[in-house]
């Protein structure tokens, strides 16, 4: 006989068939091999055979013994419990169970670290349920909230912030909801606000200690520095390089304080080739990063993180500039108190809307986002290359599932039903949001071929699909960015819905420089008529697409030399000169 822990189902079977007879025989074994460390295994497998024989006290002595070897072992302790709760023992049950169940708070942390680590392996599903189970044990935890609903976004489990908790209100989930999930939740610019200053004063301590001179400093060119963890392969650098490059040097020097990874990729190296200066930060403290960047003196300090993943922004906290703005990576509110410009334009943040932002907006003449101009080096892509029908309307969206608001999807079914012969055509995202859109997609009565999802390809050849669609369907409260001036470039026009938020305006400013405010929609009504509009009748389809449009995307957002010579403006407008 090995001491190898038997299967429970197998101990069963052979106590159902002979149980004295298998008991005898286990109890035979440890006679002879009772102080074999392993023996634990024979003492819980003989508890469970006279526990299937009706041997209440002997099932007790057995559990017991296996849990005396083995402490950990956590079935032997819930053994021993049932067993003394049958025999009367009420206070040795009770201990015997707490045993084998850690106390709450290691509960809590196992499945909160558990949830953390399977979010990160894209095991959302499980993910979810392990955090969800850290909240019903202890439900005030914004962390774990924080993660949870942002794992139910990119699930497109609907509502995200129904987290179905004891305790925890709807409510108290949305305002705990975390920084990035807030731009996919809320189309009001003071609710996004509430939610980052809260994550703000949870996560980025005052170190009560500021480093730059108020007054600022006196240099023959403005130090412009910018802190990233993006100078990468990441959608931010392909927005940027080019003004790094066009930054006017006989007025600026440029330092870029990166703490990015060493990806090898070639926005990388023409990221660092338009620097003047590359100070590599990651490894340093937000004290050692903040004075450095105090040490070489810049006069204009940009972060280009927000509250992304892989931002710092406790170095902010520091004050090592004199002027801090916050710029392009996070598209909302970045209320650090020692932030002092967001920046942005009139119409991502229009003046009355002024107050409900922090730090307080600094407009960019014209539309905010900088772009990269440079013509890239497209593959050959066909419908049939890409499994499309060359003869029907194309809706297109490529955006994360996690702006895919209920809202939003509710309305592209109804532009599905009305539209009956256009074919959507997403990106494939999570496995969990597939599975949910196409069932949502079924529920409402539409085919199942009429969804299509796009494998995740390398940039060039993403952007070189864009132009085989019609119409691209952008999400709200959070609108496509990047993706929206990409399908601009390629051709393809956008259609978007004016909201109230930053991140919910992004594409009428996009739509509205390249002039094709015919498809920025005012309400889910009228986004839903003109994208049924464009689908069913071709007169009603927009002038400006394919070739024009790509022309004019190349003399309005791709004029980077034009927008470098506007972004500069704003910063010398709030530059301190000692």
């Known amino acids: 006989m090995t001491a190898a822990c038997a299967d429970a189902a197998a101990v069963v079977d052979l106590a159902s068939r002979a149980p004295q007879s298998a008991a005898a025989i286990y109890r035979i074994w440890l006679d002879r091999n009772g102080a074999r460390p392993d023996a634990w295994a024979a003492w819980f497998n003989l508890s469970v055979l006279l526990n299937v024989a009706g041997d209440l006290a002997g099932t007790y002595d057995a559990a017991v013994q296996a849990l005396r070897m083995k402490p950990d072992l956590w079935q032997a302790a819930l053994a021993a419990g049932q067993a003394a709760e049958a025999l009367g023992d009420r206070a040795a049950a009770i201990a015997f169970l707490r045993q084998a169940l850690p106390p709450a708070e290691g509960r809590v942390a196992l499945h909160k670290q558990l949830g953390r680590m399977l979010e990160l392996d894209k095991s959302l599903g499980a993910s979810a349920e392990e955090l969800r189970a850290s909240l019903l044990i202890e439900p005030h935890q914004p962390d774990v909230i924080q993660h949870l609903v942002h794992t139910r976004q990119k699930m497109a489990a609907w509502p995200p912030a129904e987290l179905a908790v004891p305790g925890l209100s709807t409510a108290e989930a949305e305002l705990w909801c975390g920084p990035l999930a807030t731009l996919a939740l809320h189309d009001d610019p003071e609710m996004q606000r509430r939610v980052a200053a809260d994550w703000i004063a949870r996560n980025v301590p005052d170190p009560g200690k500021r480093l730059a001179p108020p007054e600022g400093y006196r240099h023959g060119r403005i130090r412009l520095g910018y802190l990233s963890s993006d100078f990468c392969r990441h959608a931010m650098s392909y927005l940027i390089a080019e003004l790094l490059e066009r930054h006017d040097r006989s007025r600026f020097e440029v330092t870029g304080y990166c703490v990015s990874p060493e990806d090898g990729s070639d926005v990388r190296a023409r990221i ?221 026009p956008v259609l978007t819905m004016a909201g109230r938020t930053f991140s919910a305006r992004m594409g009428t400013s996009l739509l509205t420089a390249v002039g094709l405010t015919d498809c920025i929609a005012t309400d889910p009504e009228d986004y839903v008529r003109r994208a049924v509009a464009m689908a069913t009748d071709p007169a009603r389809r927009p002038v400006l697409r394919g070739p024009a449009l790509a022309a004019r995307w190349t003399e309005t957002l791709g004029d980077c030399a034009d927008f470098a010579r506007r972004f500069e403006t704003a910063l010398l407008s709030v530059v301190k000169r000692a």
């Open 272 to 492: 660092l080739a338009a620097l003047d200066r590359h100070v590599p930060v990651g490894t340093m403290t937000d004290e050692e990063a903040a004075r450095r960047i105090r040490a070489d003196e810049i006069d204009i300090l940009i972060d280009l993180n927000g509250l992304t993943s892989g931002g710092r922004p406790g170095i902010l906290r520091w004050k090592p500039a004199p002027v801090q703005a916050t710029y392009l990576g996070y598209i909302g509110s970045v209320p650090v108190p020692e932030l002092d410009w967001l920046l942005c334009d009139a119409i991502t943040v229009p003046e009355e809307e002024t107050a409900r932002y922090s730090p307080a907006p600094l407009r960019i003449e014209g539309c905010y986002q900088a772009n990269d101009g440079r013509r890239p080096d497209l593959p050959a892509v066909s419908r049939a290359s890409e499994g499309l029908p060359e003869d029907r309307f194309v809706f297109v969206c490529v955006s994360h599932h996690y702006k895919i608001t209920e809202p939003v999807f509710a309305a592209w079914c109804r532009i599905a039903a009305a539209a009956p012969e256009a074919l959507f055509w997403l990106i494939e995202d999570t496995p969990e949001s597939v599975a949910a859109l196409r069932a949502r997609w079924q529920a409402a009565g539409l085919a199942p071929d009429r969804l299509i999802f796009a494998p995740r390809v390398d940039p060039e050849r993403y952007r070189a699909r864009l132009a085989l669609g019609d119409l691209f369907l952008d999400t709200t409260p959070y609108n496509a960015g990047t993706i929206a001036s990409d399908a601009l470039r390629m051709g393809l």
